[in-house]
């Protein structure tokens, strides 16, 4: 398992698009990922569950990817969030 | 009856009730859960094919975004954990309706519970979709809005983007609803579409019936059911009046912006977003005079990064081309503030460490903002501006600090446009005091007539007791404004204003005389002040300006140009 501290960087934080973009991107990784925010665990491949967590700008979470290939899931998962999804 | 009006336009029609299709069911128990879970994937991949064909409807009645808010549809009826759960209660023995049910009622009231508006209106498009799974799955034959006679006024509880894609926007007079306002996603469909619509119409549901008839005023929110033969021919007279002046402003789209007597005028858009360029095209501006980069800086954390900022500044430059893009620099302090800047509170804001003083005390940021803005440059016709100048030392300063930063740039190899013209912002009464020494250092200038007005009168339009000396047509203001345009006037400099007297009917033929060069204004303002402009000649503005410059108080001024202009 391995994860990584971020703050949400974009001014809307993890609203539609963002979120629907970053879980089809770890839709595509056959490991666990979730995000810890809040003192709840969230599905990070449901964008559902990603706009349920209510995400917002300089919010502090941490994404967590367990199982093959974490370490390029988390990898790709920072990235986006820290190049505040291309927004 | 009154609503909110969210879509400007009168519509006179038949009401037609949308009953949202009830997709009541009765939960069963389900014994072959592998064959229920194929039914329900059955369903969910021909909803996805519905959406796809609403969504192309969409894109071409409203456009791009709408149809990819639509297509949204697809990957929330996708989402993995929501199929995963349903399966899951699905394999416990409950039928598809009431697990796909369950699972969507529960994002819907956590939407619904949320904070921000955002996340508030997602709760609406899992309702949308809610009800198209449910449909396919119970086998129910949608409303088809697409077949709906000519003249008709759509009444319904609540408006879905789906329904809006069905819309033939020709056969649809108007739309009313029960809920929603003017933030809305539908009600922004509906302007974007042109339909008259009033929402938020208490119990219209149950106090209209099928075929009525039906006035809707979009910009009032009036609502009149089953009208008198009086009020259909006022509101025809009305509507069709309106229709005539939307048809009128129409002739002047995509024609250049003149006067009677054939002085050509510059006319462009104050925008707030990058994105915000495509809309001042869209409504025939002819470039942007104001972008105010506050956006930018507002709901962050930090300070935005060069890279940011200039992928920003060369967004609204590539969708200008070689239109003019005027981009101000950083105008904080005041009433806008940014937490992150660390700025005092202070007594007299208005007066206090605000604009180009900040910036000219915060070289880190203002470096950071001059780069990205020069190296867009090389993107488009961009030009800065620098806000609340009150001294020719600021202008120097920040001039200094551009060619400091074009010489740092030149050296690292990255392009720019060597001939970036840098302008000031004419807002201050000081500035205005000393034109004539400002324009032999400015390329232009750009009244803001809203601050200008307020530092004038040193009136607060914001306080009551004082909001009735803040006028631009104030005796002061307008002596004020004539001497800005003078000064650029004779140093061979643009002038332009960008307050919201550039679009003041009233004030259009004294700007006209005065020399002004560029009105820049809000986008849906445009064809109605290119019309304005075309009517006047320089010599009938001369003549009512000399009048209004010799009248004493701001309501001679008032009364007279009201009684010289029929707006």
């Not at chain 1, 974009?10 to 991107?25: E, I, K, L, T, Y």
């Not at chain 2, 940021?365 to 620098?386: D, E, T, Y």
């Not at chain 2, 001294?391 to 720019?416: D, H, M, N, Y």
Request: aromatic fraction near 6%; proline fraction near 3%.
């Amino acid at each position: 398992m391995v994860s990584k501290v971020l703050t949400v960087p974009n001014a809307q934080g993890f609203h539609m698009r963002p979120a629907s973009v970053f879980a089809g991107a770890m839709g595509k990784y056959p490991c666990n990922v979730f995000i810890n925010f809040n003192g709840n665990k969230y599905n990070a491949k449901s964008t559902l569950n990603l706009i349920a967590a209510c995400m917002k700008c300089g919010s502090e979470i941490e994404l967590v990817c367990d199982g093959d290939q974490e370490e390029a899931a988390l990898a790709e998962g920072a990235k986006m969030i820290e190049d505040g999804f291309g927004e | 009856m009154k609503g909110i009006g969210v879509s400007a336009g009168i519509g006179i029609g038949k009401i037609l009730l949308v009953e949202e299709h009830s997709v009541e069911y009765t939960p069963k128990q389900v014994e072959d859960a592998v064959a229920e879970k194929s039914r329900f994937r059955n369903s969910v991949e021909q909803f996805c094919n519905n959406t796809r064909v609403q969504a192309e409807a969409l894109r071409k009645s409203a456009g791009d975004k709408e149809a990819e808010i639509m297509l949204g549809h697809i990957s929330i009826v996708n989402d993995p954990f929501l199929l995963g759960e349903v399966e899951k209660l699905i394999d416990a023995g409950q039928c598809a309706e009431s697990s796909f049910d369950s699972m969507c009622e529960m994002f819907i009231s956590i939407f619904s519970a949320a904070e921000d508006d955002l996340t508030k209106q997602r709760a609406t498009d899992v309702r949308d979709v809610r009800t198209g799974v449910l449909s396919i799955l119970l086998g129910i034959k949608e409303v088809k809005l697409s077949d709906v006679p000519e003249g008709t006024v759509i009444c319904v509880k609540e408006l879905t983007p789906s329904m809006i894609a069905e819309i033939k926007k020709e056969n649809i007079a108007g739309i009313l609803t029960e809920t929603g306002s003017t933030t809305s996603h539908s009600a922004i469909l509906a302007r974007v579409m042109e339909i008259p619509a009033v929402m938020s119409v208490p119990d219209i549901m149950t106090s209209a019936e099928n075929g009525s008839v039906v006035i809707l005023d979009g910009s009032k929110g009036t609502v009149i059911i089953s009208p008198d033969e009086a009020q259909i021919a006022d509101y025809t007279e009305k509507r069709e009046k309106l229709l005539r002046e939307i048809r009128e402003l129409q002739k002047y789209r995509g024609k250049p912006t003149v006067s009677a007597d054939g002085t050509e005028y510059e006319l462009v858009c104050n925008i707030g977003k990058p994105d915000d360029a495509a809309k001042a095209l869209e409504f025939d501006g002819e470039g942007v005079g104001l972008f105010r980069t506050e956006f930018l800086f507002m709901d962050k954390t930090s300070v935005p990064s060069e890279d940011e900022q200039f992928a920003e500044y060369k967004k609204a430059a590539m969708i200008l081309g070689s239109r003019p893009l005027i981009i101000r620099t950083l105008d904080i302090g005041g009433d806008k503030d940014i937490p992150y800047l660390g700025l005092a509170k202070e007594e007299n804001p208005f007066m206090g460490f605000r604009a180009i003083r900040y910036c000219l005390k915060n070289r880190d940021l203002f470096r950071i903002q001059l780069r990205a803005i020069l190296r867009a440059s090389a993107f488009g016709n961009i030009s800065i501006m620098f806000p609340l100048i009150t001294c020719v030392e600021e202008v120097r300063e920040g001039k200094a600090l551009v060619e400091q930063l074009k010489a740092e740039l030149t050296e690292q190899g990255i392009e720019f446009d060597r001939n970036i013209k840098v302008g000031i912002m004419t807002e201050t009464a000081a500035a205005g005091i000393i034109a004539d020494l400002l324009a032999r250092e400015s390329d232009f200038f750009s009244i803001g007539t809203n601050d200008l007005t307020g530092y004038t009168m040193a009136a607060d339009r914001g306080n009551s007791d004082v909001s009735y000396l803040y006028s631009a047509l104030q005796p002061a203001v307008l002596r004020m404004i004539r001497s800005i345009i003078t000064a650029a006037r004779n140093n061979n400099i643009p002038v332009g204003m960008c307050g919201e007297a550039a679009a003041d009917p009233l004030m259009i033929p004294l700007l006209i005389s005065f020399g002004l060069t560029e009105f820049s204004v809000s986008a849906p303002s445009i064809l109605r002040v290119r019309k304005c402009i075309s009517d006047w000649t320089k010599e009938k503005a001369d003549e009512i300006t000399d009048k209004v410059m010799s009248l004493a108080t701001e309501s001679e001024v008032r009364e007279y140009l009201s009684s010289v202009i029929v707006a």
